[in-house]
């Protein structure tokens, strides 16, 4: 019989995701063999061994050391409950010594962190969670950290972007490993997608700062309702009584932004929501929001987004009726429908424009 292939979740130490160790069970922890996958010896290991709390509250027992990662030939490192927490020096030279020896390592989310601290993701490509990439690529500059993706295969080290990304990385693992039929197959078992077209950049809320310039203010409100015009940096200058070039500068030092940069993310903010939340045709959806045409609005998508808008709508679809929605007037002329407000974060570094 084929010896199994060794499997190991490096928990303990500050480094249990709750999600990320569900994530990797429903891989390795059950027989897949009728699906062409191999046999998998699964089980968690910490420098500690012992009862081992995840990041949701809950306590799993963890059987066996540091050493099994002599001899695993995937280590899993799922999400550290503290992205700030050093990691001990036995796990990390744990961890190189089986990168050495030829063991694929895969993190999820903030686990990326533990890699880098390792010296492991030094001069490769990275993922992890979105709102995370900027405390990344502060702490590690000698990573590539990329914001934008679900996952990043380097070869022998994987790393995956937040939450149910882990399942991504994942069946990437076994497609890439055991080719696209295991694959979709254990996709299908898992009822998830086998494979998800764009990155991270399609779930980041990237709303533009608010403006505390009372007659900007009045302004980008009325151009946030006539999106489907042509709103140039001369018209909204004449309705805000200041000339180009100051409305401009004030423009810039009041929002933190270009009035074009601005205008784009108000128009991809609309354009989202008539895709989730109504039936318009695209190239309706691309008029109202002020694309023009549907070419222009898929560069735009593709671009910010890494998604077409026609896979944004299946993505977000949202179950249209009464009680859902709010009509929204986009060009004085035809009524969409809209959800309400969407929820704001705060920009940061390393997150995708």
């Known amino acids: 019989m084929t010896a199994p292939v060794v499997v190991s979740v ?3 130490n500050g480094t249990l995701g709750a999600f990320g160790l569900g994530s990797a069970s429903e891989v390795f922890g059950y027989d897949h063999t009728r699906f062409g996958l191999p046999r998998f010896d699964y089980a968690l290991v910490a420098e500690q061994p012992g009862p081992v709390r995840t990041d949701t509250g809950l306590t799993v027992l963890v059987e066996h050391g540091l050493d099994r990662l ?4 995937v280590v899993v490192v799922t999400a550290q409950h503290e992205a700030d927490r ?5 796990v ?24 880098a601290e390792a010296g492991l993701l030094d001069g490769r490509r990275a993922a992890t969670h979105w709102r995370m990439a900027g405390e990344l690529a502060a702490r590690f500059p000698a990573v590539e950290v990329d914001p934008r993706v679900l996952y990043v295969d380097e070869g022998r080290v994987i790393t995956g972007a937040g939450t149910a990304a882990g399942v991504d990385t994942l069946l990437h693992w076994v497609r890439r490993e055991y080719g696209p039929g295991p694959a979709n197959a254990l996709a299908r078992e ?41 709103l140039t940096v001369e018209s909204l200058a004449r309705r805000a009584l200041m000339s180009p070039r100051t409305f ?15 205008l784009l993310g108000q128009r991809l903010a609309a354009a989202e929501t008539l895709l989730a939340d109504t039936d318009a045709p695209v190239e309706e959806v691309a008029r109202l929001a002020g694309f023009g045409t549907a070419a222009g609005m898929r560069e735009h998508f593709a671009r910010r987004r890494g998604i077409s808008p026609r896979a944004y709508r299946q993505a977000f679809r949202t179950r249209l009726g009464s009680g859902g929605a709010a009509a929204v007037q986009l ?8 959800r309400g407000h969407q929820a704001e974060v705060q920009p940061g570094v390393g997150q995708p424009a």
Request: glycine fraction near 8%; proline fraction near 6%; charge should be neutral.
């Open 86 to 90: 050093r990691c001990p020096p036995a």
């Open 10 to 12: 490096l928990a303990g």
């Open 70 to 73: 002599t001899v695993s030939d």
């Open 331 to 338: 060009d004085g002329h035809r009524a969409g429908r809209v």
């Open 248 to 262: 401009a500068r004030r423009f810039k030092a009041t929002t933190g932004t270009t009035p074009h940069a601005w």
């Open 92 to 115: 990390l030279a744990a961890l190189r010594a089986a990168h050495a020896r030829g063991a694929q390592l895969i993190s999820h989310c903030s686990g990326a962190f533990v890699l």
């Open 190 to 230: 898992m009822v998830v997608p086998a494979h998800r077209d764009g990155g991270q950049a399609q779930y980041v809320d990237t709303p533009v700062p608010r403006c505390e310039d009372d007659l900007l203010g009045v302004v980008l409100a009325w151009a946030a309702e006539h999106l489907a015009e042509e």
